[in-house]
């Protein structure tokens, strides 16, 4: 690519960015493809198997929720036609709350129009500029932004360090902040592992602070029923599910109080002033949620390959971070390194893109391989034989 520098103007630093991103291995570029069933898409002409989606469950091409979203459309149209507090609540969207606080054990629910957006805006609207956010090293960037937009002081504990978090929390509670908030996620997006829910419950009570949680990664795929590793746990005042992952539709949900979802409502921006999800998604989450409970085979099916790949492919060599849920890492290194390896699995058959910093710390460029209930034996198979013959090289 040739971005021009030759004009001198005031998006040079447009073009700038761009070139040092290319230099660095580290440009970012669409790719479209071309979906063909839950494990499979068409790339360039090419069918490939899908070890990069987030469809934990296949869900996303399941022929009730098509259907749900279908009959939804026929009878409710395509939009929602404006904001939730305006014409846009309908019964539809009432009853799936309803339906999502009780399945969860919580007080209440509220539907948001996705988890970035969630994270963005909910997070301003609980603290400020007196207050002081404490999150884990490796939280998801829409809650960075929601802390920055927040104003509020914010500061890292180290990953799924619970010690340095109350090391943290003792230093913070005499200095006079208004509120004290802990955020994190229950499974991690980029490594796969887990936060101890129960432990940061005691330590957000120990410490009267507040606590958000983001179970993004855990719901659909863990906990009872799969409905997350918050559901039915007192002590946490937000959770967010989303509906983009194992849900295999769009949107997102949190359950909280009935006081804070009534907080939210008035002063909530990202709530307010935004158009409520569409009726054909809305279907799609009601078929999602009359499924998810009974799908206990595929999720035992699905944490059993989770352990097979891992030991595989430890086996083999490669340096697999210890995950406990279907985001298998495999940390390659350089980022020229690991999209070399993902290049060389798509010649061969198999999607997998390679994660590069920013969104990963330098030097820990990886595959993040991902599993759903859907792949069969022999597409993971044929994954751990090109990995031993990449390796063998
Ligand atoms: C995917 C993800 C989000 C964003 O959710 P969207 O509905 O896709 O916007 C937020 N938090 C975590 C941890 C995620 O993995």
Not at 202 to 226: F, P, R, V
Not at 304 to 310: D, I, L, R, S
């Amino acid at each position: 690519m040739n971005y021009d520098l030759n004009h001198c103007n005031n998006l040079d630093f447009i073009a700038k960015e761009l070139q040092e991103r290319e230099k660095n291995n580290n440009l970012r570029q669409l790719n479209s493809i071309h979906p063909q069933d839950a494990v499979t898409i068409i790339k360039n002409g090419k069918t490939l198997i899908n070890f990069s989606s987030n469809d934990y469950l296949g869900l996303s091409k399941h022929p009730d929720l098509i259907l749900a979203s279908q009959n939804y459309t026929q009878q409710y149209g395509v939009g929602s036609t404006a904001s939730r507090l305006v014409t846009g609540t309908y019964d539809i969207h009432r009853k799936l709350e309803e339906k999502l606080a009780k399945i969860c054990g919580k007080e209440s629910a509220l539907l948001l129009n996705t988890g970035f957006q969630a994270n963005m805006t909910i997070l301003p609207s609980l603290v400020d500029q007196k207050s002081l956010v404490l999150c884990d090293r490796l939280v998801h960037n829409s809650i960075l932004q929601g802390i920055f937009l927040s104003n509020a002081r914010w500061k890292r504990y180290q990953h799924n360090d619970l010690r340095h978090l109350e090391r943290l929390l003792k230093k913070a509670v005499l200095q006079g902040y208004n509120r004290i908030l802990i955020v994190t996620e229950t499974v991690f997006s980029m490594e796969g592992d887990c936060s101890d829910v129960d432990s940061l419950i005691q330590l957000s009570q120990q410490y009267n602070t507040l606590l958000y949680l983001d179970d993004a990664h855990a719901l659909g795929i863990m906990g009872e029923k799969g409905m997350g590793l918050t559901a039915h746990k007192s002590g946490i005042d937000i959770s967010l599910g989303t509906f983009g992952k194992a849900f295999g539709s769009f949107g997102a949900f949190i359950t909280t109080s009935k006081l804070i979802r009534d907080y939210l409502i008035n002063c909530c921006p990202g709530f307010i002033y935004t158009t409520a999800l569409p009726p054909s998604v809305i279907g799609s989450i009601d078929a999602a949620i009359e499924m998810i409970p009974s799908l206990d085979q595929e999720r035992k099916y699905l944490l059993e390959q989770v352990n097979y790949v891992q030991n595989k492919l430890k086996n083999l060599g490669y340096q697999v971070l210890g995950s406990t849920s279907p985001i298998i890492p495999v940390v390659i290194g350089k980022e020229e390194k690991a999209v070399k390896l993902s290049n060389f699995l798509e010649e061969n058959g198999i999607f997998v893109t390679a994660i590069r910093p920013p969104t990963v710390p330098k030097n820990t460029s990886r595959l993040r391989l991902v599993l759903s209930s859907k792949h069969q034996q022999e597409h993971i198979n044929y994954l751990i034989n090109l990995l031993q013959n990449y390796h063998e090289h």
